[in-house]
């Protein structure tokens, strides 16, 4: 795990800045830095020493031919049985890393190869015959890769802050796209806070001309989830089996090896199949609050017994929101809101005082039906058919009303008639209400500021993505779920565990274990009283039904107490007393107010409180 950085230009010092590109990169690679100089062109690499320890595998590496060299950022599992047929084609090798594995194989293969990956990973390949770049990311973003093409400079990075620092121009901010950020707490589908600024899109794989300075895509690769009644429920031993055999490749390291382990479904039956089934031996780590009562503690506590492992039970201490929020600001480079990152930071930083690999249960909720939204879209299924056809006008900003009314009955009647009154692409809206939907964004946002941000332009893009994901309403759902996971949770992982030098692995989110079990009859994995209902399966099997009956709460922490605080109250203030920000020119500052009035208010609407906070602070820094 690392980071990557270049620059092609013929304008200024590229030794000065890919220089500076790379010190900006070291948390993520703290072990060795190293750069690339030809011509017009300048690579970096920040290493994290996983695979070859060796400094022979240090990047940017260069084939024996000297015609390509890569700077890579990921793991790719299957290298070694990668790497043994193209020694049976008698290709010669160097290292013992998977990087030599990526760049023989592309020059040999060409961009066709990278489907052959089990892992995660962005690089980019200087290929010297063509004068090119190639450009890739993993099928789920795991791993970043941002760029700008400003005038006839093409600089990529990681990350954002050090592009924007390498960048010799002031940046426009990306109002277009401020509401996905304001309604959802993160940037998607390629954008971010700032115009000149895009993402490799996830799949994607791009080349840059540096003679010509033009950029295209040669391929997309798209993961999609193929969900029908028409399948036949899954094979429960099948199920097993691709989860172990993908758990196992996440051992692939020649450093120790951690595990995350919440307590909850997904996390405990990872370590259980990691320490009963594959004989492994790791060390084991639980986050908490400072709660009275935390069943999840008991449960991973009770798992670690079972496994042996070498167990540290964390609690996080209450936050400061001022430095929370600055702390955000900083990893993120742009305003990301989900705060579950604050946790998440505190535990990486733990666990690498320790090692230098966790794994971790991320993905099961998107790739097995894990979240409550399922048991909403079933329901939704079945009162399609029932209930009749009777649209209305306006009819998301009523169940907006409906669903953030302090009466829970109104709330449910919500569900109940959304199928009715609002047309099928328009059911993944209503599970993002607690944000700044259309609704909110009308009410408590000035002329200005609804008008730059695109008014309600943005729910209209988004339920036709919802109804373009899949042939019918289940499909549509789980893989449009896909795009939260990719640019929000993806995100988190990523950047707050390499804010600590530390590299997460999900093995839930091995696209060859899917394209194993996909084709998927949605019962098999839940039904309206029940979700994970494979994965619970598993554990059942172990005598461990228990714990697949504790509530699904997430990591998330209480950030509505965290927000009730005296420093949350203060900072709350603090910006909606200034009228010089960011946040005065979008928003009414004096109806802001109104939603932190009382402790009711405040916890009725934290998670735009908390959107809006961000984006002030990330504003103070870079506006």
């Not at 988190?492 to 996909?518: F, Q, W």
Request: hydrophobic letters at 35%; glycine letters at 4%; one cysteine or more.
């Amino acid at each position: 795990m690392c980071g990557i950085s270049g620059i092609v230009s013929n304008q200024r010092d590229i030794g000065a800045i890919i220089e500076k590109l790379m010190k900006e990169l070291i948390h993520r690679g703290p072990d060795f830095q190293s750069k690339f100089l030809k011509n017009n062109l300048a690579l970096a690499h920040t290493r994290l020493s996983i695979i070859d320890l060796n400094e022979r595998a240090n990047q940017p590496m260069s084939d024996i031919s000297g015609e390509y060299t890569i700077v890579y950022n990921g793991e790719i599992y299957n290298f070694k049985e990668l790497k043994k047929d193209m020694i049976n084609q008698n290709i010669l090798f160097k290292t013992n890393s998977d990087t030599e594995v990526i760049l023989n194989g592309y020059k040999v293969y060409g961009v066709d190869f990278f489907n052959k990956f089990r892992g995660f990973y962005s690089f980019c390949i200087f290929d010297h015959k063509k004068n090119s770049l190639i450009l890739s990311r993993d099928s789920l973003g795991k791993k970043p890769l941002y760029y700008a093409q400003i005038n006839s400079e093409f600089i990529f990075s990681s990350e954002i802050k050090p592009l924007v620092n390498a960048i010799d121009n002031k940046l426009k901010l990306n109002f277009d796209d401020m509401s996905h950020y304001l309604w959802k707490g993160y940037y998607a589908h390629g954008s971010s806070i700032y115009s000149s600024i895009k993402s490799i899109l996830p799949g994607e794989i791009v080349e840059f001309n540096i003679s010509s300075k033009s950029l295209s895509r040669l391929k997309l690769n798209k993961f999609k989830l193929s969900i029908d009644n028409k399948f036949s429920s899954r094979n429960i031993s099948h199920v097993k089996s691709s989860i172990l055999e993908s758990l196992d490749y996440r051992f692939t390291s020649d450093v120790p090896v951690s595990m995350l382990l919440s307590g909850g479904v997904d996390s405990s039956l990872l370590n259980l199949l990691a320490g009963q089934d594959l004989n492994r031996k790791f060390k084991t780590f639980y986050m908490g609050y400072d709660e009275n009562k935390d069943i999840f503690k008991e449960s991973s506590e009770t798992i670690a017994k079972l496994i042996n492992s070498d167990h540290s039970s964390l609690i996080m201490e209450e936050p400061s929101i001022d430095s929370a929020a600055d702390n955000m600001v900083d990893i993120f480079g742009e305003p990301y809101a989900d705060f579950s990152a604050l946790p998440s930071y505190e535990l990486y930083k733990s666990v690498s005082n320790h090692s230098k690999v966790a794994i971790a249960g991320d993905g099961a909720d998107e790739m097995f039906g894990g979240y409550k939204d399922t048991k909403i879209f079933l329901m939704f299924n079945i009162l399609n058919k029932l209930l009749p056809n009777v649209k209305i006008n306006n009819g998301l900003d009523k169940v907006y009303q409906l669903l953030n009314s302090n009466n829970k009955l109104s709330s449910l009647f919500s569900y109940f008639i959304s199928p009715s009154i609002l047309p099928e692409k328009y059911l993944a809206s209503i599970t993002h209400s607690k944000g700044w939907n259309s609704l909110y964004r009308r009410k408590y946002m000035t002329d200005y500021g609804f008008k730059i941000t695109r008014a309600d332009t943005m729910e209209h893009e988004e339920s036709e993505i919802f109804f373009n994901s899949g042939s019918n309403l289940m499909e549509r759902y789980m893989n449009y779920y896909l795009i939260r996971l990719i640019y929000d949770f993806m995100v988190k992982v990523d950047r707050t565990s390499m804010a600590n030098s530390l590299e997460v692995r999900s093995p839930y989110l091995d696209l060859k274990m899917m394209e194993k079990i996909n084709g998927i009859n949605i019962l098999s994995m839940s039904n309206i009283f029940e979700t994970k209902i494979e994965l619970k399966k598993l554990l059942s099997a172990k005598g461990l039904r228990n714990i697949s009956k504790i509530k699904k709460v997430g990591f998330t922490p209480p950030i509505n107490k965290w927000m009730c605080s005296s420093s949350g109250i203060s900072m709350l203030e603090t910006m909606t007393n200034d009228k010089n920000s960011l946040v005065s020119e979008l928003f009414n500052t004096n109806m802001l107010k109104e939603l932190y009035m009382n402790k009711n208010n405040l916890n009725k609407n934290t998670s735009r409180l908390w959107n809006i906070l961000v984006l002030y602070k990330w504003s103070l820094k870079n506006y």
